[in-house]
């Protein structure tokens, strides 16, 4: 079963529970899938799904470190809720350790030295991470290792 299938299974599950904020966070990323389905003009793939889920993800944190500078406690409570439902949707996470032993496989072999090469040592981890981490947190650790 496809992840969009799953996310409609449990989306009819929070609402025979009545689990709003799950059903809610459900909703709105299976909204995000038409509307990029509706943009491709074709279905989505599953990494593309796993990198939208990601990228709600992404949001919700940027909506945290917003709330907490205006100090408003039950927003910062309410996107970490809904990003721990997201969560549950992604494939295991790699752990960092793991994706920097991937990363400097990658790095060794496209001989990359500085962060100019950051792109061909991007361009080989993505397809083998694919949504166990996501792409900020690669990048990340490629520039942090590439600037040693």
Do not use: Y
């Amino acid at each position: 079963m496809g992840l969009k299938a799953i996310l409609e299974n449990s989306l009819k599950e929070a609402m025979k529970s009545g689990d709003q904020t799950r059903k809610q966070t459900i909703r709105l990323v299976l909204s995000a899938i038409r509307l990029a389905q509706v943009e491709k003009g074709d279905e989505l793939n599953e990494l593309e799904i796993i990198n939208l889920v990601q990228k709600e993800i992404k949001s919700r944190r940027e909506s945290i470190q917003d709330a907490e500078k205006a100090n408003r406690i039950d927003l910062v409570e309410n996107a970490k809720d809904e990003i721990a439902v997201l969560e549950s949707f992604l494939p295991k996470q790699m752990d960092e350790e793991e994706l920097s032993s991937i990363i400097s496989a990658a790095i060794v072999e496209t001989k990359a030295s500085t962060p100019a090469d950051m792109g061909k040592v991007m361009k080989i981890v993505i397809p083998i991470v694919a949504g166990r981490a996501p792409n900020d947190k690669i990048s990340q650790i490629v520039r942090r290792l590439l600037t040693k």
